[in-house]
């Protein structure tokens, strides 16, 4: 069969079943029943298919019963329980890595709080030693008033001994 | 109101199983065992047809009204339940399949195909002959020659054919089930019911089997 031909024949047939499935809008319907009036074979395909279509009532239909039923629901009542149960679990375990997280965060805090103090207090102490010398002789400083002559006296050569001897 | 919200509403008055799906929506259980009753023998029936093994076909069933209740929040009723309901089916049918053939199970002959080649007549019409002798067949022996003239279908048409004939679905809705367009749908169920009528025409004259209309 030519390709032409046999497109028409497929668009004959889908027709066909359309019009027995009522699909066909009602302007198509009447123009298939026309031409159903003066077509023997196509009457004659229509026939075929409506007693094939017939026939599919034969099948045996499925008959499941309540055991069915009964055991669906249970099915799906264990199977919704096990999602409860993991999500359960899920949570459980967003609770203790939350704990260890804040457990760490902790951790680090205190030890960021410690080297922060830690490097405070030592600079303090590194500053008081440096002026040790200033604060050994705070009073004298103050009585002086002159820091000339105060370091006329250290061109001489006095605090070396005095600290030298005070070591 | 918008075009959508009128839709739901539309379905929601009209379809007493949409009403049933938004009461399991809000979690009552006697409304899921409801539509399980409802259901279940339809969703076997077409799940017997597509996997050939009544077994299988429950547990199908099964998962399909298990996908249903853990779908349940997610539920907007924008089509009849049953659209919905057999969407979810032919999907888990459809993955049942691919599962099967990774394992290698099925049969790798033209009944299991996927295609829409036509259908295997001659191994079709040779299973049928051994169960027919040379008289009219009894209702029993009529069902086995329907179903084995379904199986020689390839999958898509006997899915779409099914859906049809028994589940009274309207184009529109095989399409929505299936995935595809109306005019695919028509087309696919032209196929379908032309391939069904070849392979029945034997036995529909005088109701007698092939081998006894060939002579």
């Known amino acids: 069969m030519s390709e032409p031909n046999k497109q028409h024949d497929t668009k004959i047939d889908e027709e066909l079943v359309a019009y027995l499935d009522g699909e066909l809008d009602v302007e198509a319907a009447s123009r298939f029943d026309a031409r159903l009036a003066s077509d023997a074979a196509l009457r004659e395909k229509l026939k075929q298919h409506q007693q094939t279509w017939d026939l599919l009532d034969e099948l045996p239909r499925a008959d499941v019963g309540d055991r069915f039923t009964q055991t669906t629901v249970e099915m799906v009542a264990v199977s919704v329980a096990g999602q409860v149960e993991d999500a359960g679990r899920q949570v459980a375990r ?48 103050r009585a002086v008033e002159d820091i000339e002559f105060l370091r006329a006296l250290e061109r001489e050569g006095l605090f070396t001994s005095e600290v030298v001897d005070g070591l | 109101m918008s075009v959508s919200e009128s839709s739901i ?7 007493p199983d949409v009403r049933l799906m938004l009461q399991v929506r809000d979690d009552d259980a006697a409304a899921f065992e409801e539509l399980v ?12 047809h597509l996997t050939r093994k009544r077994e299988q076909a429950e547990d199908l069933a099964q998962e399909v009204f298990l996908r249903v209740y853990r779908a349940r929040k997610r ?49 079709m019409a040779l299973e049928a002959s051994g169960l027919m002798p040379t008289r009219q067949l009894d209702k029993a022996e009529r069902a086995e020659m329907v179903r084995l003239a379904i199986e020689a279908l390839p999958e898509r048409q006997r899915v779409a054919l099914l859906l049809s004939k028994f589940e009274n679905m309207s184009y529109i809705e095989i399409a929505a089930t299936m995935e595809m367009t109306v005019q695919a749908t028509k087309s696919l169920l032209s196929r379908a019911r032309e391939n069904l009528r070849v392979i029945l025409e034997p036995y529909m004259q005088d109701g007698a089997s092939p081998a006894e209309a060939a002579d």
């Not at chain 2, 509403?9 to 379809?15: I, S």
């Not at chain 2, 009753?37 to 017997?48: A, D, E, K, W």
């Not at chain 2, 009849?80 to 199970?105: G, Q, V």
């Open chain 1, 94 to 141: 967003r609770a203790q890595f939350s704990w260890l997280f804040g457990g760490a965060v902790a951790l680090v805090a205190a030890a960021a709080g410690y080297g922060l103090i830690t490097s405070i207090t030592t600079a303090s102490n590194q500053q008081l030693v440096k002026d040790l010398r200033v604060l050994e002789n705070l009073d004298e400083y």
């Open chain 2, 37 to 48: 009753l409802r259901y279940q023998n339809r969703v076997v029936g077409i799940m017997t």
């Open chain 2, 9 to 15: 509403h539309k379905y929601e008055l009209l379809d």
């Open chain 2, 75 to 123: 539920y907007t009723p924008d089509a009849k339940f049953s659209t919905w309901l057999f969407t979810i089916a032919n999907n888990i049918a459809l993955n049942a399949k691919r599962s099967s053939a990774r394992r290698r199970e099925v049969n790798i002959g033209s009944n299991a195909s996927n295609d829409d080649s036509p259908p295997a007549l001659d191994q």
